[in-house]
């Protein structure tokens, strides 16, 4: 894929919260540091456990995050995620293995910042890096809030 459509999917995501720091410069300068990568239905994209090599943007598509409950065997769903959508971000940042498991629920298309891409975005683009970095940081917050939200919801 070129760069210009790389830059377009890019785009894409202008009004998303993962990127609501960046300008439309930025996404230009960015581009090259993304890859796109498309999954069919019924494809685990990563396992809970597995190392962390990147963090996805969902083009298009549909995933559920579930997690691994203390009976084996049995998921259970945390999310499901459609376009707009970030996932992989923790793993990425704290260094640990994968929390959950995400698998496509249908067709589904990412946009896929790589952990040795993200590294050299953030050495060779150190403004458009700490952009991006506060839109993950916002992305996460809201995302503590509402699981917050959800668990005082259950006491």
């Known amino acids: 894929m070129t760069d210009s459509a790389t830059r377009e999917h890019l785009c894409a995501f202008k009004g998303e ?7 439309e410069e930025d996404f230009a300068k960015i581009a090259c540091y993304f890859e796109t990568a498309t999954f069919p239905a019924r494809t685990v ?20 995050v579930k997690k691994q409950t203390e009976f084996k065997g049995n998921q259970l769903i945390i999310a499901i995620l459609t376009r707009g959508a970030v996932v992989g971000e923790l793993s990425l940042f704290d260094g640990h ?59």
């Open 17 to 23: 919260t993962s990127f609501s720091f960046l300008s």
């Open 45 to 64: 994209i990563f396992r809970e456990g597995d190392p962390a090599e990147f963090v996805g943007f969902v083009l298009s598509g549909r995933l559920e």
């Open 97 to 155: 293995t994968r929390s959950a498991t995400v698998e496509t629920v249908e067709d589904s298309v990412l946009l896929v910042l790589r952990k040795d891409a993200c590294e050299a975005l953030l050495r060779d683009q150190p403004a458009i890096g700490i952009k991006l970095l506060k839109g993950f940081i916002r992305t996460l917050a809201v995302r503590l809030r509402k699981a917050t939200e959800r668990l005082t919801a259950v006491f």
